[in-house]
């Protein structure tokens, strides 16, 4: 990515480049960004949602917490397909599955459906630590032998980072999470590509930062934009609610400032976790923040905010390809500097959703 003047040839020697007037920047183009991190369900919500992150990305890491856990082969290529049929004509979109690890996970069918090239990552939920995860893992030691052979193969480990004991305050769950279970492991398996999920707090930056090059992490742009106070502001606001939980504002700040550092271990992962309205607004209402329709346009806000326009690029479209030792896409989007007002609310295929920023304003457009 490179700058060059609006009205003049482009600069960029790629043919990719930022845009500017004499005193703002109109327009970026970069390469075709990846999503790595994404729910799309099932059904007629899949069908719903798939064109939202297809038109944005050219990839995503699909996660597999359906109610009935991709943690086959089989599962997984069936999915994969359903998938697939629903991109809409013409958009370019390659859905990348992951492992639902349990208790009982075979290494074998995960070494497998890696070697067949089904799975490119394989996921840890702590059991019952969110949605969908109900059939997680109970004990780390329950899958080691899964690790120690992901660790041979390359397979990378995404983790979601927090500890499930209902004794830690869930603010904390994610930073005890460090200290108790994901330090420990990064130590005694070195080898092992781990990528910390939707990091939310600045101790997980840190982490992340400080360890080999082998940990990396996604950001979300929800855990970029809000802080908890926004799950309580006049009252309770269950479209801003996901897990892990917003925290305060020092670890937003932190966040915003490991994902505009330039530093190939952060990279983009919504975490679009789409709910029906109905589920959200409910005495109990579900964790989940969708955001895939205004992604891009959400995290440019924050490139932009932070004067770090010209990293947005790395974050976006090159950090995560390389952590996954995959290629970068060749093709390039464009956003532009345009007021845009995103809806109260978004039809899935039949299902109303509330999106991220629904009823504000957002200062930049995808243009495709
Ligand atoms: O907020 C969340 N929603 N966090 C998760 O980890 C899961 C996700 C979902 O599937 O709805
Ligand atoms: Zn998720």
Redo the contacts with the bound molecule.
Sequence with gaps: MAFGPLWDDKLSMDGYGVFMTSDSITRLTFRRPDDWHV?LRDGAVLTGVVPYTARQFGRAIV?P?LPDPISTVDAARAYRDRIVAAVPEGLNFTPLMTAYLTDGTDPDEVARGAAEGVFTAAKL?PAH?????AHGVTEVANIRSVLERMEVIGLPLLV?GEVTDTGVDIFDREAVFIEQVLAPLVRDLPGLKVVF??ITTAEAAAFVTGSGPNVAATITPQHLHINRNAMFAGGIRPHM????VAKREKHRQALRKAATSGSPKFFLGT?S???AVGAKEAACG????FNAPFALESYVTVFEEEGALDKFEGFASLHGSAFYGLPVNEATVTLEKNVILVPAQIDANGTPIVPFHAGEELGWRYLG
């Design positions: 729910h996660m917490n939920y630590a969110t949605t969908g995860s979601h999920e939707h609610y996901c897990l892990p975490d976790a789409p709910h579900c964790a989940g923040i």
